[in-house]
């Protein structure tokens, strides 16, 4: 479960500082949903970690909650970072494949309640989105313009 943990804890901070933060908040709307964005963001972040304590206490047998409901606890938090992170952050600096692989990996860490393996499915859909974002960089922003270079 640590390992998991680990894995899925390094995901997350891959995919929060993959875009380049700085394009989002241009102008007082963007500013405003950018900041105000980052209350469900950081808000799932603390969830997370209790989510994964609550898990830890129904592997361990110190609780009573059913396994599927604990592992909501920490699903349930990963998919509203990732689709938070995404709609302020991603969305915008992403190409068609980022913007399919992203929202849909967030989503489908809701599936891993279902399955007897705690963790695992979460933690390979974490890896695979991570590997997409390697993959597929931000795109250029287009208020940059090319350096000139000076020929003598």
């Known amino acids: 479960m640590a390992v998991l943990t680990l894995i899925a804890t390094a995901a997350l901070w ?8 700085h394009r989002s908040i241009r102008g007082l709307r963007n500013s405003l949903a950018y900041g105000y964005g980052h209350y469900f963001i950081f808000a799932a972040a603390g969830a997370f970690s209790a989510g994964i304590e609550a898990e830890i206490a ?7 909650l059913e396994p599927p409901f604990a592992s909501f606890a920490y699903t349930i938090p990963i998919a509203v970072f990732i689709l938070g992170v995404w709609a302020i952050a991603i969305r915008p600096n992403a190409d068609r494949v980022v913007n399919i692989v992203v929202p849909l990996g967030g989503l489908r860490v809701l599936i891993d309640p279902l399955i007897p393996v705690p963790f695992a499915l979460t933690s390979v859909i974490l ?3 991570v590997v997409v974002l390697v993959w597929r960089p931000p795109l250029p922003d287009p208020d940059d313009e090319p350096a000139e270079v000076l020929v003598d």
């Open 127 to 129: 890896i695979g989105i």
């Open 14 to 21: 891959w995919i929060y500082f993959w875009p380049p933060h």
């Open 58 to 64: 129904v592997i361990t047998d110190h609780s009573k």
